[in-house]
């Protein structure tokens, strides 16, 4: 007897066996059967045991796309953590080659008053949902460390907050990092994100605006920070923005900055994107891309990824009930990727809750999957969920991994003991 398996599992080729793995995208069950179990997409029954029947039923891998209605309405959006997003500065020292904020012209530096704002609206939102643990703040720019004495400002505020986890991301270029700003964020439990590639592509795309490269000035400083990149409590995210001319030289990179640091970093492969108004055209495959980066970092970083298979980008923070991003006028997004021209109203029309719900209910309307037909008949709806604002015009490019590759190392990361 052969049965139809659900369309949300992935059939994916098992390079260094004659088996198929079968990757459950409802909750990450993998099971691997022998080749020859398979006819076309179904099962063929006779060949298990009941037990292992019964298993497979039991972790949904026959669920039909009728049941999957139910399976979306118990995907539970995580209620635990608020985001925020601060732009400090649109100001920066750098003239990036391709900086996506390239035609966005603002000079304009956040102001107490606007952090005031922020603390207040933090205070509002969780005497409101109870249920909030985590607070992240994503701290960006422009080059947010211009801003330093509003940093100082902002961070002694979120001293005031009591009873929250608070993790503090801070991407910035690395130029004007210090001992005495890197002193302030010792006591958060804080990720620096600074992007660097190799020497001569760095000062070729990333220069101050007298065109001299950055490269040595971010090295610098961080081989001088060593002791606080040391630390529990900071770690260092180094960004490769990755394009045709430096994805070669990649490992080399890699090691050579090992060296030269000396402490633990993790290498984050990102895609550089391309903007009209940039003359800079990155003209790398996006599918070699990924397949390069599932494969670098996780390799490199094994125990990054040994624990959970982390391909869900179905919970998205801009459709969380409080998500925001403000930028530093205080006027409004939803997350970090939102799109400057579309901001709204501005956090310091908000002092209650009524007024929040007013001002973001228009934006945040949930995303409806299950009218969405493509969606819905899409084997991916269970790791992708849907409408993302940052995915702009290539919303099926959900994912910056290679699905097939990064399931594959996963199971050869646990030594191939999975079921
Ligand atoms: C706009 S910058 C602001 C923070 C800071 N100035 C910096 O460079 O990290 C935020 C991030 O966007 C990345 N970025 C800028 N333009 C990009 C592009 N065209 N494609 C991909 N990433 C980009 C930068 O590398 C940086 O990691
Ligand atoms: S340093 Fe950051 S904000 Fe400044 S130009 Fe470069 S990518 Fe853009
Ligand atoms: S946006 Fe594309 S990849 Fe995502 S669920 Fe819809 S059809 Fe699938």
């Known amino acids: 007897m052969v049965i139809d398996l659900s ?58 796309k009728n049941e999957v209605l139910n399976e979306l309405n118990k995907i539970k959006f995580s209620d635990d953590t608020l985001n925020i997003t601060i732009s ?29 704002c922020i603390i207040n609206y933090i205070n509002i939102v969780i005497e409101k949902s109870q249920k909030i643990q985590f607070l992240v703040i994503n701290i960006i720019g422009g080059e947010p460390l211009i801003a330093y004495n509003e940093l100082k400002y902002l961070l002694k505020s979120l001293r005031t907050i009591e009873n929250l ?5 801070i991407d910035t ?24 590639t190799d020497k001569s592509d760095h ?26 990149f040391l630390s529990d409590n900071i770690n260092l995210n180094i960004r490769y923005n990755c394009h045709h001319n430096n994805i070669q030289i990649l490992s080399s990179f890699y090691n050579n900055l090992k060296v030269e640091l000396q402490y633990p970093f993790f290498l984050e492969l990102a895609y550089l994107q391309n903007y009209g108004f940039n003359t800079f055209k990155n ?36 459709f969380s ?18 799109n400057y021209k579309k901001r709204f109203h501005n956090i310091k029309d908000i002092s209650n809750i009524s007024d929040i719900d007013l001002i973001l209910g228009k934006y945040k309307k949930k995303k409806n999957i299950s009218e969405n037909e493509k ?45």
């Open 7 to 64: 369309p949300y599992v992935l059939l994916i080729e098992n390079d260094k066996s004659s088996e198929i793995i079968l990757f459950n995208t409802i909750n990450s069950c993998i099971v691997t059967l022998c080749n020859n179990f398979f006819y076309e997409n179904k099962l063929e029954l006779e060949y298990l045991s009941e037990d292992e029947i019964t298993f497979l039923k039991k972790n949904k891998f026959f669920v039909s």
């Open 88 to 116: 400090l500065t649109e100001l920066c020292n750098l003239s990036c080659l391709y900086c996506y904020q390239n035609d966005f012209n603002s000079n304009s530096v956040i102001s107490n008053e606007v952090i005031d």
């Open 165 to 169: 986890k608070i993790k503090i991301i």
């Open 173 to 196: 270029n690395g130029t004007l990092l210090s001992d005495e700003i890197l002193n302030d964020l010792i006591n958060f439990d804080t990720i620096i994100s600074i992007t660097l």
């Open 203 to 228: 000062n070729e795309v990333r220069c101050f605006k007298n065109n001299k490269g950055s490269y040595d000035e971010i090295l610098q400083n961080l081989k001088s920070l060593r002791e606080y």
């Open 283 to 318: 003209t790398l495959d996006i599918k070699e891309f990924k397949k390069i980066k599932t494969n670098f970092e996780m390799n490199t970083f094994p125990e990054n990824f040994n624990s959970d298979i982390n391909l869900s980008t179905f919970d998205c923070s801009a």
């Open 321 to 338: 009930d409080y998500g925001i991003k403000v930028f530093s006028t205080g006027e409004l997004g939803l997350c970090n990727a939102w």
């Open 375 to 419: 969606c819905l008949n899409c084997k991916y709806l269970f790791l992708c969920g849907g409408f993302k604002f940052c995915k702009g015009e290539c919303q099926c490019n959900f994912i910056d991994y290679d699905i097939d590759t990064y399931i594959r190392n996963f199971i050869y990361l646990k030594g191939g003991e999975y079921q």
